[in-house]
């Protein structure tokens, strides 16, 4: 199966901006989705953003909606979040999650492979 790791997250101040990257490994005969997710603690994870296999378009939480980006490098098999506009709410442990088939959900079920997490933290 593949493993994700995730890296980028940092302390920022309100309006700043920050870009999460999701480096895949291993190989896989499967197709899969990429999705992020975050997490605050005493609250549900969330999806933030995720983005199909067979056509790249873009889901996002209406909280997070024009604000944030996911873009892919294939060559150095990385996915990334670009947030910005940063608000104190999008505070929370950032995972990236893999999901089989063509099309990514929102919800954290059906992800299979997660990364470790990287934490965000907005101050205002």
């Known amino acids: 199966q593949l493993q994700l790791v995730e890296s980028g997250g940092e302390r920022v101040q309100s309006g700043g901006s920050l870009r999460l990257s999701c480096v895949v490994s291993?190989?896989?005969?499967?197709?899969?989705?990429i999705g992020w997710f975050r997490q605050a603690p005493g609250k549900e994870r969330e999806g933030v953003s995720c983005?199909?296999?067979?056509?790249?378009?873009?889901k996002d939480a209406e909280s997070v909606e024009g604000r944030f980006h996911m873009s892919r490098d294939n060559a150095k098999r990385t996915v990334y979040l670009q947030m910005d506009n940063l608000k104190p709410d999008d505070t929370g442990l950032y995972h990236c999650a893999a999901r089989r088939g063509m099309f990514c959900a929102m919800s954290a079920a059906g992800y299979s492979i997660w990364g470790q997490g990287t934490q965000v933290t907005v101050s205002s």
């Open positions: 983005v199909n296999y067979v056509d790249n378009v873009q």
């Open positions: 291993g190989f896989t005969r499967e197709i899969y989705s």
